[in-house]
């Protein structure tokens, strides 16, 4: 499984923005789908963005329009970019390949908290 760390998030008012990040650890990171993540506490996990090899992307209904993720393949890196927050956007982000392995390990994550 690729091993990847994500950063960026933190504590925002509403309407506010973020971009967070996620570094992979693989020299094969063109070839690999990503996608975004997110948990909500008592929630499950859901995905939210995903970039094909390809960079096509595709998001969930919830946060079409708002948040746009990127890839930078001479980086290994993953983005998402994140405005117009809103407080049910409180979770903690994680990237991971998409799509993901059989049994993933997830990373930390990154907490993003909007409130006021």
């Known amino acids: 499984q690729v091993q990847v760390v994500e950063s960026g998030g933190g504590l925002v008012k509403p309407g506010g923005s973020l971009r967070l990040s996620c570094v992979a650890s693989t020299r094969l990171f063109s070839f690999y789908g990503m996608a975004w993540y997110r948990q909500a506490r008592g929630e499950q996990r859901e995905l939210v963005a995903s970039i094909s090899t390809s960079y096509g992307t595709h998001y969930a209904d919830s946060v079409k329009g708002r948040f746009t993720i990127s890839r930078d393949n001479t980086k290994n890196t993953v983005y998402l970019q994140i405005i117009s927050l809103k407080p049910e956007d409180t979770a903690v982000y994680y990237c991971?390949?998409?799509?993901?392995?059989?049994?993933?390990?997830w990373g930390q994550g990154t907490q993003v908290t909007v409130s006021s």
């Open positions: 991971l390949t998409n799509p993901p392995p059989a049994n993933p390990v």
